[in-house]
């Protein structure tokens, strides 16, 4: 056998053995994002496709609207909620890859304002009636305009700020309603008031306690109708690893406790 011959031979041979590898490489993964996890998600996404070769789309939403989405044929692979609930009530329905579902952050709720002074001293201002109002997210959609509503009523605040209220469909508007001034002060993800560095924006903001309202568990779980692509598993490993997971904290998220349910 000459040596040009055996070289080619050589080549042929390593390129079947690659084959498989790069088959799988490349694929699309389109994951419906809760909009409190938008921004970070899409930070992550890019640093994914860098390091896997894989293209991630993005549709992000209210979690009760990326839901209806779903039951409505919506194409997503990966269905990051902001809830538990939403995913939960997926896997019961029989629409998810059996035993997928992952808890990937706990969400902690503030409520923020522009205003370097508003929350100086702690809830004062908000006890004493002071705001004239108040964005949260739709409670019936959004997981954090839930545990808003769920503050205020455990606060015993309801009924002296129901009139005061400016519902968003999501924190991403409501985000947009307390920057504008229009509002005094709105509940948001503490994840959406902090830096690439996780220094909290110029204003106020007081952190609601936790036993103020149920834990707001972030799940994900993926979707049967997509089929269980390799993608989309390398996305949810890529989710769990220590990287990230030291990002989420540094952003303004708990980490679920480990081990979490069942394996992706």
Known sequence: MT???FRRLLALMLAIQLWPMAAGAGERVHVGVAANFKPLFAELAQRFEQESG???VISSASSGKLFNQLHHGAPFQLF???DLQRPQQLQQEGLTIPDSLFVYAIGRLVLWSPDPKRFARGTEALMAGELLKIA???PRTVPYGKAAEETLHNLGLSRSYAER???GEDVGQVMAFALSGN???G???LAQILDPQGQPRPGSYWEVPAH???PIQQAGVRIKSAGATEATLALVRYLRTPPVQALLQKRGYLLPPTPQGEQP
């Open 183 to 185: 509002v005094d002060a």
């Open 187 to 189: 509940f948001l993800s």
């Open 212 to 214: 103020l309202h149920q």
């Open 136 to 138: 949260l997210g739709n």
């Open 3 to 5: 040596g040009l011959l």
């Open 54 to 56: 894989h293209q991630v």
């Open 165 to 167: 209220l400016i519902v």
């Open 80 to 82: 990051l909620s902001a």
